[in-house]
């Protein structure tokens, strides 16, 4: 097992270092891309990304400074093509003379999601093509050796189209410096595309740079700032109502009130990362990789504790019992397991990730970690309800209401995520082009949402009082111990004098033995007779 706790461990770092090296900055990056054989052309993927078009006062002109740490909040949205270069195998060249003019045509295509359609076509109803063909030149009137495009019905300047071209038996080609300006709101995509077969194995180095009005991120990620902002001002609130309680009871407090003071400090800090996280990136246009990586270990280890804490409350771990006997080695092995699985697809969706459209490694990831929560799930429910059983045979309503409680917002809670999940994979299976990129925000704050609420729920079931410590695992029978109870663990007691003579008559009473009931009757009876 230790070995696997290895091999996991390497797997994270990998990963890490992996996409340090891969992409860290708002733009994509292209380092020596291989063009892949799609049909009958060549491409390579430029991004895709939700963009939101340019404000009016700024459309017509050209943008303001944009440099990195600049002024960036100029209402100019664009595409801007970076030092890209294409170099093609010297057997390609080799077959071309020195004083020729073009001998190889790439072209950059940009379009939005709605215009997939105006590119490419098919000739007779046969497999549809990306370049043109002599059949579809007769048909469609398109040119040999190019991108088939037509135009768009909302402008006929779009797709563009920016031609590069290789000259005389050269290796390599640069593309001009431009800057596409959005004039409309959509899912944009870039491709680099060849229809000469000569440029076969060519590869691409470069960059583009991708700027919605207001900053650097992509239109997905821009709502998520302001979501951030409002959970860290709630995780906030919280964190002043339970320190006020924990600082005020501080003599009784259980270690299962530790656990939530932990949690919620986790999903404060994590908050707040993000919050930083986006605006730096927002701002300059880099997505700070330290951040980011700390953000998402951060976030896996607020959801291992935030589960491993509802397993053990469902056990009755701090209230009914005071450990979890031979269990604890299998739970800490679960949480160790969860927080693998939960930092490894974590990190893949964040860490360097700037495209809108997320990959098809996320599915993979996600199967590990789908399958850990419903495990715990079951596992839960099953330890709750024998904790219920418990309770209901010690006759210990005021905590079996309590448990009960839980139990409810659980199970809400639980229906809840199987109805988002459905929702989340109707969304995406109805959305292939992620053309809904503009609510795509709400999947991912939903389970941030539900977390905090659950954790709430928690937070007023378990929130520190004068006498937690005292009852914690107290085995009480009667309405006057039920009245003590709901005291200690509810609210705490309201007048300290009346609840410590309580607490002495309850003592009392449980300390008067039998024998001194019938030694008190048998004086009693013996004095009647005498009078």
Request: glycine fraction near 8%; include cysteine; charge should be negative.
């Amino acid at each position: 097992m230790k070995k696997f706790g290895n091999l996991g461990l390497i797997l994270v770092i990998v990963v890490v270092f992996s996409a340090i090296d891969g992409g860290n900055t708002s733009m994509h990056v292209y380092d020596h891309e291989i063009f892949r054989e799609v049909g009958n052309a060549f491409l390579v993927s430029g991004g895709s990304e939700g963009i939101i078009s340019s404000s009016s006062s700024s459309s017509s002109g050209s943008s303001k400074s944009t440099e990195q740490g600049g002024e960036i909040q100029d209402g100019h949205s664009f595409i801007r093509f970076e030092n890209v270069t294409f170099w093609r195998t010297e057997e390609a060249a080799a077959k071309h003379s020195s004083m020729a003019h073009s001998t190889g045509l790439i072209q950059a295509f940009i379009f939005e999601a709605s215009d997939r359609d105006n590119i490419g076509g098919s000739a007779y109803g046969g497999q549809k093509a990306i370049c043109c063909t002599q059949d579809l030149a007769k048909l469609e009137g398109c040119k040999l050796g190019e991108v088939i495009r037509r135009p768009s019905a909302w402008d006929l300047k779009w797709p563009i189209v920016i031609n590069t071209q290789f000259s005389g038996d050269s290796i390599s080609a640069e593309m001009e410096q431009a800057e596409i300006s959005i004039p409309k709101t959509g899912m944009y995509n870039l491709f680099f595309m060849s229809c000469d077969p000569s440029l076969k194995g060519m590869v691409m180095s470069g960059k583009t740079l991708w700027k919605n009005p207001d900053g650097y991120l992509p239109g997905r990620m821009a709502p998520l700032m302001n979501f951030y902002i409002l959970m860290s001002i709630a995780y906030v609130l919280l964190s002043v109502a339970w320190l006020f309680q924990y600082i005020r009871f501080w003599k009784d407090i259980l270690q299962i009130q530790n656990c939530i003071t932990l949690v919620i400090g986790l999903g404060l800090f994590e908050m707040t990362l993000w919050y930083f996280d986006y605006t730096h990136f927002n701002r300059t246009g880099m997505r700070p990789i330290a951040i980011t990586t700390w953000v998402v270990t951060i976030g896996a280890i607020r959801k291992t504790v935030s589960r491993l804490l509802i397993l053990c409350v469902s056990m009755g771990y701090g209230v009914v019992r005071p450990t979890l006997g031979g269990l604890t080695s299998k739970v800490i092995l679960l949480g160790l397991t969860y927080f693998l699985a939960s930092e490894l697809l974590d990190i893949t969706e964040n860490v360097g990730t700037i495209n809108d459209i997320i990959g098809k490694a996320r599915l993979f990831l996600v199967l590990p970690d789908v399958f850990l929560d419903a495990f715990l799930i079951l596992w839960i429910f099953t330890s709750l309800s024998k904790t219920l059983e418990q309770l209901q045979a010690k006759r210990s309503s005021v905590k079996l209401d309590i448990y009960r409680k839980f139990s409810n917002a659980l199970a809400v809670t639980v229906i809840a995520s199987i109805a988002w999940i459905c929702y989340e994979v109707y969304f995406k299976a109805t959305d292939p082009f992620s053309e809904k990129w503009q609510s795509a925000w709400i999947v991912t704050a939903f389970w941030d949402i539900l977390a905090f609420a659950l954790l709430c729920v928690i937070c007023y079931l378990w929130g520190p009082s004068q006498s937690s410590q005292r009852y914690a695992y107290s085995e009480e029978v009667g309405d006057e111990s039920d009245d003590e109870e709901s005291q200690s663990l509810t609210r705490g007691a309201g007048g300290g004098d009346l609840s410590l003579v309580k607490q002495e008559k309850y003592v009392a009473n449980r300390g008067a033995t039998e024998g001194d009931l019938l030694d008190e009757n048998e004086d009693d009876i013996e004095e009647d007779k005498r009078e």
